[in-house]
T-cell receptor, first 113, second 115 residues
Framework: EAGVTQFPSHSVIEKGQTVTLRCDPI?????LYWYRRVMGKEIKFLLH????????ESGMPNNRFLAERTGGTYSTLKVQPAELEDSGVYFC???????????FGPGTRLTVL | AQSVSQHNHHVILSEAASLELGCNYS??????LFWYVQYPGQHLQLLLK??????LVKGIKGFEAEFIKSKFSFNLRKPSVQWSDTAEYFC?????????????FGAGTRLFVKA
């Protein structure tokens, strides 16, 4: 069974540019989460999808971040325009239930110059 | 606001030493508790979890954790560490509220085990 995959693994962009991160969850997992980890800090919750609906997006930093999950399968997280403080590792995770074990992807390391 | 505090950011041990990593959380409601581990070059993966029942839970690779509700703690332990336990360990709390579930992570503890 394939795990959670994320693309790209690394992205280096300049301030003001746009970047789109993609996450493919484990097949059949209705719950999909996005997290961000700034260097040395905690893994911070961004948002939670149940199928294609946003269950909780209270962790999204601001309106420069837009997450979608069309069709309830893969998800994208777009940052537009990117700022220096958006740098970090963005993790995606999926789970069968909202309260159970989450399976994590390898993360996308975003660097904004 | 809900938060998770891990007491140590870096721990260095020799092989065969005992390990205890502290984790405290602040949330007055029902919680599910987790320890995740990230080995070098690998994904985050589940080490163990507590939902209910026996507060002493056992996970993979000889790890265990004890939930002490009165202390809002969920400390991770291993009697004898191995070099292969070198990794970063994250405590996480799934807070169950009227809006659903939200997972809060601690800042992580980097463990280095000397051979």
């Amino acid at each position: 069974e394939a795990g959670v995959t994320q693309f790209p693994s690394h992205s280096v962009i300049e301030k003001g540019q746009t970047v789109t991160l993609r996450c493919d969850p484990i097949s059949g997992h209705d719950n999909l989460y996005w997290y961000r980890r700034v260097m040395g800090k905690e893994i911070k919750f961004l948002l939670h999808f149940v199928k294609e609906s946003k269950q909780d997006e209270s962790g999204m930093p601001n309106n420069r971040f837009l997450a979608e999950r069309t069709g309830g399968t893969y998800s994208t997280l777009k940052v537009q325009p990117a700022e220096l403080e958006d740098s970090g590792v963005y993790f995606c995770a999926s789970s069968q239930t909202g309260w159970g074990e989450q399976f994590f992807g390898p993360g996308t390391r975003l660097t904004v110059l | 606001a809900q938060s998770v505090s891990q007491h140590n950011h870096h721990v260095i041990l020799s092989e065969a030493a005992s390990l205890e990593l502290g984790c405290n959380y602040s949330y007055g409601g029902t919680v599910n508790l987790f320890w995740y581990v990230q080995y070098p070059g690998q994904h985050l993966q589940l080490l163990l979890k507590y939902f209910s029942g026996d507060p002493l839970v056992k996970g993979i690779k000889g790890f265990e954790a004890e939930f002490i509700k009165s202390k809002f703690s969920f400390n991770l332990r291993k009697p004898s560490v191995q070099w292969s336990d070198t990794a970063e360990y994250f405590c996480a709390v799934n807070a169950i509220n009227t809006g659903g579930f939200k997972t809060i992570f601690g800042a992580g503890t980097r463990l280095f085990v000397k051979a």
